[in-house]
C-alpha cells in the first residue's frame, strides 16, 4: 500500500477534544519562559506545548499573556488547552518548584552548558526558555540543577527561541516516552 496523505477528518479523529484533554494525563513537564517579548513566539510556545501535553506553562517577567489576538494567531486554540500562569517574578516559581523537587533545566549559553542530547533528563522537570536577545536572568540561571545548549555550527549562536524551545522539548519527551509508553493514548 502507498504512503497517503491523511484528510483533516482522520487526523482530528485520532486527537482529543478539550474536555478528554482535561481527563488525560498530563506529561510531568513543566516550562517557564522570561521576559520573551514577540507574541508570535509566545503563540508557538503554547501550541508546541499542547503537543506535548505538558502540565504546565509559566509565563513571567514581560511576557505577554493571552488574550491577545497577536499570540492567538499562532497559538491555534492551544492557550485554552495548555494550564498555565503568570507571575511577574520567576524566581517565585521556580523556588515553589524545588520544594516539589521539580528539577530545573535551563536553555542558555553558560560555563557548565552541555549539549541537550548529552542530559539524562530527570522527571519531573521544568524547561525554562530567556528573552529572544539577553536569554535567561542570572537569578534564573543560579536556581538551575543543569544548563543546556542547541550545538550551533554556523555563524549564529543561537535560534529563534520557539524553534529551540521546539527542538529541546520534543526530544525530552521521546526520552520521556521510552519509559512511559502509556501516555500515547489513542481513541
Same mark, same amino acid.
Given at each position: ?14 486527537? *482529543? ?25 509566545? !503563540? ?27 499570540? /492567538?494567531?499562532?497559538?491555534? !486554540? ?11 517574578? !520567576? ?26 542530547? /548529552?542530559?539524562?533528563?530527570?522527571? *519531573? ?19 538551575? /540543577?543543569?544548563?543546556? /545548549? ?38
Amino acid at each position: 500500500m502507498a504512503i497517503r496523505k491523511l484528510t483533516f477528518d482522520e487526523i482530528f479523529s485520532r486527537q *482529543p477534544g478539550l474536555e478528554e484533554l482535561k481527563t488525560l494525563r498530563r506529561v510531568p513537564l513543566y516550562a517557564l519562559i522570561q521576559n520573551i517579548r514577540s507574541m508570535h513566539n509566545v !503563540g508557538s510556545i503554547f501550541r508546541t506545548s499542547d503537543g506535548v501535553r505538558l502540565k504546565h506553562l509559566f509565563l513571567t517577567g514581560f511576557t505577554p499573556t493571552p488574550p491577545r489576538k497577536e499570540i /492567538d494567531k499562532t497559538a491555534l !486554540g492551544a492557550t485554552d488547552s495548555v494550564p498555565w500562569s503568570y507571575e511577574k517574578d !520567576g524566581t517565585k516559581i521556580l523556588r515553589q518548584l524545588k520544594k516539589k523537587e521539580i528539577n530545573l533545566v535551563v536553555v542558555e549559553h553558560t560555563n557548565k552548558s552541555i549539549p541537550y542530547t /548529552d542530559v539524562n533528563y530527570e522527571f *519531573p522537570m521544568c524547561l525554562i526558555m530567556g528573552n529572544e536577545v539577553e536569554g535567561i536572568s542570572q537569578e534564573i540561571i543560579k536556581q538551575a /540543577d543543569v544548563a543546556v /545548549d542547541i550545538p550551533m555550527l554556523g555563524m549564529k549562536q543561537s535560534l529563534n527561541v520557539s524553534v529551540a524551545y521546539g527542538i529541546i522539548i520534543y526530544h525530552i519527551l521521546s526520552r520521556y516516552l521510552e519509559n512511559n509508553t502509556n501516555v500515547l493514548q489513542s481513541k
